[in-house]
């Protein structure tokens, strides 16, 4: 063999060994990074306790559950209060974005927050989405008219009547349930406004909501014409596959109603513990 080609045997070894060394380096490269990508696959709790907070959606208008206080604007309400006790248990802060209803569980989705706050009813429908833990809240709903009408007695009543609601709450389906026409609205303010100015018969909404209002309002030109039996009102609603979170969660509200912090906020807000079944 001449010279020349046992150098351009030895070079083409030179260059085999190094590929195979690059090669490996590549492949050690992409495991590292498949390992740290797992690890790095942290679930909504353990993101929560590294952030050192939880991010609860609430609307900010739904008194007497999630408002602002008049005298400094600061955020308060029944659903807050308990998302603040949760988020202490858990060992972490409370973070609430505010957005109308119709929005809320849309954000959920998005995970612009972490759950929702704001007396979501864990109905059917949304079971089919969401995971929702224990429930913190028990009520009734309530029909209510303008005082002068004297037309409703019972939800039956309101078939064919036009019915202010936003247009994602268990109340709308309430009101579509028993045969009422849709008028949307965002908010409980807004639907008095569409009784007032005659765009809407009835509105159907909690009944401990529409008495913190009379009780803020007792002028208002509305009265409540029918109620329901108590169901159950509200839960935390968490995205799909996020177990741990639930069990926290649910954790947490046992604790809450053991040591009475429950029955404690529901006197504060409605003169009772909302958080049983009468």
Same mark, same amino acid.
């Given at each position: 063999?001449?010279?020349?080609?046992?150098?351009?045997?030895?070079?083409?070894?030179?260059?085999?060994?190094?590929?195979?060394?690059?090669?490996?380096?590549?492949?050690?490269?992409?495991?590292?990074?498949?390992?740290?990508?797992?690890?790095?696959?942290?679930? %909504?709790?353990?993101?929560?306790?590294?952030?050192?907070?939880?991010?609860?959606?609430?609307?900010?208008?739904?008194?007497?559950?999630?408002?602002?206080?008049?005298?400094?604007?600061?955020?308060?309400?029944?659903?807050? %209060?308990?998302?603040?006790?949760?988020?202490?248990?858990?060992?972490?802060?409370?973070?609430?974005?505010?957005?109308?209803?119709?929005?809320?569980?849309?954000?959920?989705?998005?995970?612009? +927050?972490?759950?929702?706050?704001?007396?979501?009813?864990?109905?059917?429908?949304?079971?089919?989405?969401?995971?929702?833990?224990?429930?913190?809240?028990?009520?009734?709903?309530?029909?209510?008219?303008?005082?002068?009408?004297?037309?409703?007695?019972? +939800?039956?009543?309101?078939?064919?009547?036009?019915?202010?609601?936003?247009?994602?709450?268990?109340?709308?389906?309430?009101?579509?349930?028993?045969?009422?026409?849709?008028?949307?609205?965002?908010? +409980?303010?807004?639907?008095?406004?569409?009784?007032?100015?005659?765009?809407?018969?009835?509105?159907?909404?909690?009944?401990?909501?529409?008495?913190?209002?009379?009780?803020?309002?007792?002028?208002?030109?509305?009265?409540?014409?029918?109620?329901?039996?108590?169901?159950?009102?509200?839960?935390?609603?968490?995205?799909?596959?996020?177990?741990?979170?639930?069990?926290?969660?649910?954790?947490?509200?046992?604790?809450?109603?053991?040591?009475?912090?429950?029955?404690?906020?529901?006197?504060?807000? +409605?003169?009772?513990?909302?958080?049983?079944?009468?």
């Amino acid at each position: 063999m001449s010279i020349i080609a046992t150098k351009a045997k030895k070079t083409a070894a030179v260059l085999l060994a190094a590929a195979t060394l690059i090669g490996a380096a590549a492949c050690g490269s992409a495991n590292s990074g498949s390992a740290g990508s797992s690890n790095a696959a942290q679930s %909504e709790l353990e993101q929560i306790k590294a952030n050192g907070e939880i991010v609860f959606g609430t609307e900010g208008t739904y008194q007497p559950f999630s408002y602002h206080d008049s005298d400094n604007n600061e955020l308060v309400g029944y659903d807050v %209060e308990v998302a603040q006790a949760v988020a202490k248990e858990l060992g972490v802060k409370a973070k609430f974005v505010e957005s109308n209803w119709d929005s809320l569980l849309a954000g959920l989705d998005t995970k612009k +927050f972490d759950t929702v706050a704001d007396q979501v009813t864990p109905n059917d429908e949304r079971k089919q989405k969401y995971d929702f833990t224990d429930l913190y809240t028990y009520s009734a709903g309530a029909v209510v008219t303008t005082k002068d009408d004297n037309s409703i007695k019972q +939800f039956s009543d309101i078939k064919g009547k036009k019915a202010a609601e936003t247009l994602t709450s268990n109340w709308n389906q309430t009101a579509q349930d028993n045969g009422a026409e849709i008028v949307s609205i965002n908010d +409980f303010p807004q639907a008095v406004d569409a009784l007032s100015s005659g765009r809407a018969d009835v509105t159907v909404n909690d009944k401990l909501a529409v008495l913190d209002y009379l009780k803020q309002k007792p002028d208002a030109n509305i009265k409540i014409a029918a109620t329901s039996e108590t169901t159950p009102a509200a839960a935390f609603p968490i995205r799909k596959g996020e177990d741990d979170l639930v069990k926290a969660i649910n954790d947490a509200l046992a604790k809450l109603q053991k040591d009475g912090t429950l029955k404690q906020l529901g006197v504060k807000y +409605f003169g009772q513990d909302v958080s049983v079944k009468e």
